[in-house]
């Protein structure tokens, strides 16, 4: 595997695992429900992350090698932006009931 490409699929893998040790499992252990004054800072964070995501899925769109993975690789780019959007809808409506 290329170097380059190595480094970017292991970065994700790691960003993946810490994000289900550090973040989910410890969301998971609790039933409580987030106060709402700070709800609107979790959405803001899960905003980030996929637009973060949005970024990373248009690079992999822009430089595939195969055209099979042209469709699906631009509807999950485009699923992606659409996800962020809603996120960002639900942290702006949290904020001003906060």
């Known amino acids: 595997m290329d ?3 190595q480094k970017a699929v292991t970065g994700l ?7 289900q040790d550090e973040v989910a499992a410890p969301l998971r252990g609790s039933r409580d429900k987030f106060p709402e004054a700070d709800e609107h800072l979790l959405l803001g964070a899960l905003a980030a992350l996929v637009e ?13 090698s195969t055209h099979f993975t042209s ?7 485009s699923r992606l932006g659409s996800a962020a959007e809603r996120l960002r809808e639900a942290e702006r409506q949290a904020g001003r009931n906060a």
């Open 71 to 77: 469709g699906p690789a631009h509807v999950a780019h």
């Open 13 to 19: 893998g790691e960003a993946r695992e810490k994000l």
């Open 52 to 64: 973060s995501l949005e970024g990373i899925a248009l690079v992999a769109v822009e430089r595939r």
């Open 3 to 5: 170097a380059e490409l």
